[in-house]
């Protein structure tokens, strides 16, 4: 067999053999990544109060460097339904985006003031309770209520990881308020490509057994990322 055919033979299996590899790479990443996503679907949220006396919730957020992976699942449950609608608005801008719902439980004693228009008419009850998180006031006759509310809510939000994994933890300031619902969307950064194909100018010995200058087009394949 001549040189140059051994040659040809040569870089055509070492090609083959970058692309298996490739693929087969390829293919184990976006099995994990999707392993790791329905993973996470299958946490639930914990609620717990830290040294603050605060609420604070946690749950795994749903990461993917794909949208539209994400995008395309089949899910029953409506937070993460609304969470794809709410992902979807952005569609290539996407970086992060996290929804919760909180609820408001107020359990507490005020007193009741009773103001008497005239000596034959109903009384009329008026009431309030005020902190720095809560003004309620109101009145009460014969007929109706009437009563205004104005509540101040205050939330942090983290993004961290933990165990391989990207977590989100919403706090409450407000000591009324619990956050009890959390879905998070995380789009993780694209991993570096081992595979890259390319022009090339070297020096080194050729098909004709010569040294020389060489250009052309090169495939190569990173073992390690420094």
């Known amino acids: 067999m001549k040189t140059k055919n051994i040659f040809y033979l040569i870089v ?4 083959l053999s970058i692309l298996n590899i490739y693929q087969f790479d390829k293919n184990r990443h976006k099995t994990r990544n999707l392993n790791n996503l329905i993973t996470a679907l299958g946490d639930t949220l914990t609620i717990e109060k830290n040294k ?10 749903l990461t993917n460097e794909n949208v539209r992976q994400f995008l395309s699942l089949k899910v029953k449950d409506k937070e993460i339904q609304d969470l794809q609608n709410s992902v ?3 569609k290539k801008k996407i970086e992060a ?3 919760f719902t909180s609820q408001l439980r107020i359990d507490t004693v005020t007193n009741t003031i009773i103001e008497y228009r005239d000596k034959d008419s ?5 009431w309030n309770f005020k902190d720095n998180w809560i003004n309620l006031n109101g009145t009460s006759s014969k007929d109706n209520t009437q009563f205004s509310l104005k509540v101040t809510e205050k939330y942090d939000v983290a993004i961290y990881t933990e165990k391989k994994q990207i977590k989100v933890d919403v706090t409450n300031y407000n000591p009324y308020s619990m956050t009890t ?20 100018i070297g020096y ?3 098909i004709n057994q010569k040294f020389g200058f060489e250009i052309g087009i090169g495939i190569n394949y990173n073992l390690f990322y420094l």
């Open 12 to 15: 055509g299996i070492v090609f």
């Open 181 to 200: 619902g959390v879905q998070s969307f995380y789009k993780t950064k694209p991993r570096q490509k081992r595979v890259g194909v390319g022009p090339y």
């Open 52 to 61: 603050n006396n605060q609420y604070v919730s946690s749950i795994t957020a």
């Open 204 to 206: 080194g010995n050729n």
């Open 97 to 99: 985006l996290t929804q």
């Open 88 to 90: 979807k608005q952005y």
């Open 122 to 126: 109903f009384p009329v009850y008026k």
